[in-house]
């Protein structure tokens, strides 16, 4: 099994921080991971897959890279909506997710 | 616009079977080349992968749960159903059905239903 490890699993920051969230893999996915933010009640919405290819939709101050297995998430200019939970997601071989970044207002 | 719907009961008992249906809307479970997962979150906890299937019908399932899970195909009724056999209470948790996308993004799932929770006692 692939084990995916998060850092840090709370992030405090403010409205207009940029903030960065690290996933490390336990063996090397090439670019096969994906980001997700989950809001408490709600499921998860999709926002980066292979690493740094963002989602339909998903605003441009979320951004991703990384490959093999060091993965960053960068988030620009906070907004009050971003506030939420991140998980990363391996899809490399079968799936498994990290074990989420809660990301809260300081 | 396609939609996913869980449904299937919010109790079941220890050492009994988990029974949950995903209805798709919007779209085919057979075509478009889409695979079909169903994952899971134990309340406050972070998100399992329970396994997928294909639109022709082959499954993957999480190693950890493979001896307990099956996935398949309600091609007339264009829905998927997940059965996990022999549960106990670690099994308790809201249940997702999501669709992977395809390309680049086949395994990472762009389109997720509201959840189901299932707690497992008797």
């Known amino acids: 099994d692939i084990q995916m490890t998060q850092s840090p699993s709370t992030l405090s920051a403010s409205v207009g921080d940029t903030v960065t969230i690290a996933c490390r893999a336990s063996q090397s996915l090439g670019s096969w991971l994906a980001w997700y933010q989950q809001k408490p009640g709600k499921a998860p919405e999709l926002l980066i897959y292979k690493a740094s290819t963002l989602e339909s939709g998903v605003p441009s101050r979320f951004s991703g890279s990384g490959s093999g297995t060091e993965f960053t998430l960068t988030i620009t200019s906070l907004q009050p909506d971003d506030f939420a939970t991140y998980y990363c997601q391996q899809y490399n071989i079968y799936s498994s997710f990290g074990q989420g970044t809660r990301l809260e207002i300081k | 616009q396609v939609q996913l719907q869980e449904s299937g009961p919010g109790l079941v008992k220890p050492s009994e079977t988990l029974s949950l249906t995903c209805s798709v809307s919007?779209?085919?479970?057979?075509?478009?080349?889409?695979?079909w997962s169903w994952i899971r979150q134990p309340p406050g906890k972070g998100l399992e992968w329970i396994g997928s299937i294909s639109y022709s019908g082959t499954t993957n399932y999480n190693p950890s749960l493979k001896s307990r899970v099956t996935i398949s195909p309600d091609t007339s009724k264009n829905r998927f159903s997940l059965k996990l056999h022999s549960v106990t209470a670690a099994d308790t948790a809201l249940y997702y059905c999501?669709?992977?996308?395809?390309?680049?993004?086949?395994?990472?799932?762009?389109?997720w239903g509201q959840g189901t929770m299932v707690t497992v006692s008797s």
């Open positions: 919007g779209g085919s479970v057979t075509s478009d080349n889409f695979h």
């Open positions: 999501a669709r992977e996308g395809y390309g680049d993004s086949r395994g990472a799932f762009d389109i």
